[in-house]
């Protein structure tokens, strides 16, 4: 069955047929303006609400939620029909905040320093789950009294693995929820045929791709996707979507201890990124420990030099504050297992048997 937000506005329309036209226009309102629960949709008669709350069931269950010490940063653990769980990161701002949601319940990427590669693959998510994750977080931001401006694809899975369904939901989120093309971000491992039709999509989305290795070698061990999109083709994609949008493209890069940290992995990062059409940024973030990946992030002392030397060479970089480390909320700990959640920051909101 249809979730609440797989629901194509033609298939309310189906849904409600017999009904009057404006109920449509009424529903749709509940489902992208007011939200919550169509039982405070009131502008609708009580009946109504009562069978749209059976025919569109929701799909993501809360199971926990944790907030970190400083209360920027909140966790949502949700339970998927079928059992999976994925989970979501609210990050607040001072007048806005951000989203970090999934595209799928694990991934099959198998980045050996990434939590969620560790954990193996289950399923693509649905248009409806995907929407919903934003939705809820909109939610919960509106309580706090912010606005949720950016929503960046960096939770659980990879985004362009499962392009068309990502690309329903960048669309819904841009057309039915008011959020700007603009301010949502694909981060992607690098998935060649993703990234050549996100580039025909009319929407100016941005492109962020996870490189962590400027050479082959170093890339198809961090990345084993590498094998399949060496470099060159990746970066002829990553050209091609500059041609195409006009929109800068950015670099994420993960720093690990004498692994991808030395002067000349900076050096060959820096001819990486000027060999686009337009140079791309790079975000620089310590690797975040994760239970099966043994080596260390580097020091923020040698986050900042490597920082300089990109700037040297004339390519802009920023360090990016990790948030919710305390919550394993940070990059790459997001991870299906609920167990791996600390258990001292979770509520339970629905305490399982
Ligand atoms: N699959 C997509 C999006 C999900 S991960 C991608 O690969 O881009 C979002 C970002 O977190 C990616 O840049 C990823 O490489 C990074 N990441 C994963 N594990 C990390 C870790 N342990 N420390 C820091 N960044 C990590």
């Not at 966790?75 to 607040?92: A, N, P, Q």
């Not at 041609?243 to 950015?250: I, M, N, T, V």
């Not at 040297?312 to 360090?319: D, S």
């Amino acid at each position: 069955m249809a979730t609440r937000y797989d629901i194509s506005r033609d298939e309310l329309t189906e849904l409600l047929a017999g009904t009057p036209r404006y109920r449509v226009d009424q529903v749709w309102n509940g489902l992208y303006d007011r939200l919550g629960e169509p039982a405070g949709w009131t502008d609708l008669p009580i009946a109504m609400r009562e069978s749209l709350a059976t025919q569109l069931p929701t799909a993501l269950q809360p199971v926990a939620e944790s907030v970190s010490d400083r209360g920027d940063t909140v966790k949502f653990l949700w339970e998927l029909d079928g059992g999976s769980r994925i989970e979501k990161v609210l990050m607040l701002y001072r007048d806005r905040a951000t989203v970090c949601i999934s595209s799928q319940a694990g991934c099959a990427m198998a980045c050996g320093f990434c939590a969620t590669g560790q954990s193996g693959f289950t399923r693509h998510l649905t248009v409806g789950e995907i929407v919903e994750q934003v939705v809820r977080a909109t939610e919960r931001a509106r309580q706090a009294e912010r606005r949720v401006s950016n929503i960046v694809f960096m939770g659980m899975g990879e985004p362009m693995a499962n392009e068309p369904t990502v690309w329903a939901s960048v669309e819904r989120m841009h057309g039915d929820l008011g959020i700007s093309a603009r301010h949502i971000t694909i981060s992607t491992v690098g998935i060649v045929p993703g990234i050549r039709t996100l580039a025909t999509r009319p929407l100016p989305v941005n492109l962020a791709v996870s490189l962590h290795a400027a050479n082959d070698e170093l890339r198809d061990e961090l990345v084993p996707i590498n094998r399949r999109y060496p470099l060159s083709t990746l970066m002829d994609a990553c050209a091609g979507y500059l041609q195409a949008k006009g929109r800068r493209l950015s670099f994420e890069w993960a720093l690990i201890d004498g692994v991808n940290d030395r002067d000349r992995d900076a050096r060959l990062l820096v001819e990486r990124s000027r060999s686009l059409p337009l140079p791309a940024h790079v975000n620089l973030i310590p690797l975040n420990p994760t239970p099966g990946y043994a080596v260390r992030g580097s020091s923020p002392r040698r986050v900042r030099d490597f920082r300089d030397l990109l700037r040297e060479g004339g390519v802009n970089a920023t360090i990016r504050r990790t948030r919710g480390t305390d919550i394993d909320a940070a990059c790459g700990q997001l991870r299906a297992t609920h167990e791996a959640v600390s258990a001292s920051a979770v509520v339970e909101l629905h305490p399982r048997g």
